[in-house]
């Protein structure tokens, strides 16, 4: 069975970071297209960041400069670096894995941007 867990969700003041993580199995971490999205209360889900196995990178206009999507091919492992927070980043925050027809998702973490 396809499992992708997150981590790496808190609270954190207007300006603070926080890094995101999603473990992979081996087989989708490779083949598949990973991404991170958000869903605020609300709102309907929407891309924050892609990364592909060559490790081409996709970020939504709202948080380029501040999210950085990475992947750590040693531990099957992708990462979202997200600086310079804003209240407007609170959201739950998914992990993807896409190919072709195969579309899978994590249980979600909670980022709360707030002071």
């Known amino acids: 069975q396809v499992q992708l867990v997150e981590s790496g969700g808190g609270l954190v003041q207007p300006g603070g970071s926080l890094r995101l993580s999603c473990a992979a199995s081996?087989?989708?971490?490779?083949?598949?297209?990973m991404g991170w999205y958000r869903q605020a209360p609300g709102t309907q889900r929407e891309l924050v960041a892609t990364?592909?196995?060559?490790?081409?990178?996709n970020y939504a206009d709202s948080v380029k400069g501040r999210f950085t999507i990475s992947r750590d091919n040693a531990n099957n492992t992708v990462y979202a670096q997200m600086n310079s927070l804003k209240p407007e980043d609170t959201a739950v925050y998914y992990c993807?894995?896409?190919?072709?027809?195969?579309?899978?998702w994590g249980q979600g973490t909670q980022v709360t941007v707030s002071s």
């Open positions: 990364i592909s196995s060559g490790g081409t990178t």
């Open positions: 993807n894995a896409a190919r072709g027809f195969a579309n899978y």
């Open positions: 081996e087989y989708i971490f490779r083949y598949y297209v």
